[in-house]
């Protein structure tokens, strides 16, 4: 079956330092993945997919992922984290047509 | 552009009552989808239409949930009657798979979102 495991429900940082966020996947076909952003009383926001070709993948506000096939990983990162960082972070599988929602890492931004 | 849009944001209910969820998706998507967020818990797929046409009604958790796309544009979500259980947040997500900008293709775009507590 397919999933989808975020490692972390909570990640905190201080401003300034690299932001990772981790996204495991499952997957018995060649997958698409996707990280979805939702800020306070916002609905979900996309930053970046990967289907198929390069596998460092750059998205909006300076977020990059990168796929790895053989870790069937696809971790989030970002060099220097922002104030406004501060959101909820999903990883998603599309199945299908449907996707595949990880359970969400919550990051947290200290000044 | 306008983007997926749903009505209300917020719902409170009584358990037994009924409630109606409403979605527009971004016009000319054929594609909507409905998914639900329980509390501290992952985004779950309900259903999937495509125009006006249930794909995929896998996620729907009972018969006490009925989505409806009539015409193929506008689509709701009614709960009847409601239980503690069904609070949380629903979403709806519209894309469009054959035609467009390759960029746009296979990108599920989401409303706010209608909160539901039923008490």
């Known amino acids: 079956a397919q999933s989808v495991t975020q490692l972390g429900s909570h990640v905190s940082v201080s401003e300034g330092a690299l932001v990772l966020l981790r996204c495991n996947y499952s997957s018995s076909v060649p997958p698409y993945l996707f990280w979805y952003v939702q800020y306070p009383n916002q609905g979900l926001q996309l930053l970046l997919k990967y289907t198929t070709g390069a596998t460092l993948v750059k998205g909006i506000n300076g977020f990059e992922a990168e796929f790895k096939k053989s870790e069937t990983s696809f971790h989030l990162t970002k060099p220097s984290a922002h104030m406004s960082d501060a959101a909820e972070y999903f990883c998603?599988?599309?199945?299908?047509?449907?996707?595949?929602f990880g359970s969400g890492t919550r990051l947290l931004v200290r000044p | 552009e306008a983007g997926v849009t749903q009505f209300p944001s917020h719902s409170v209910i009584e358990k037994g009552q009924t409630v109606t969820l409403r979605c527009d998706p971004i016009?000319?998507?054929?594609?909507l989808y409905w998914y639900r967020r329980v509390m501290g818990k992952e985004i779950k797929f309900l259903l999937h239409f495509v125009k006006e046409s249930k794909q995929d009604e896998s996620g729907m958790p009972n018969n006490r949930f009925l989505a409806e796309r009539t015409g193929g544009t506008y689509s709701t979500l009614k709960v009847q009657p409601a239980e503690l259980e069904d609070s949380g947040v629903y979403f709806c997500?519209?894309?469009?798979?054959?035609?467009?900008?390759?960029?746009?293709?296979?990108?599920?775009?989401f409303g706010a979102g209608t909160r539901l507590s039923v008490l």
């Open positions: 997500a519209s894309s469009q798979e054959r035609t467009g900008p390759p960029s746009a293709k296979n990108i599920q775009y």
């Open positions: 016009s000319g998507h054929d594609n």
């Open positions: 998603a599988l599309r199945s299908s047509y449907k996707l595949i």
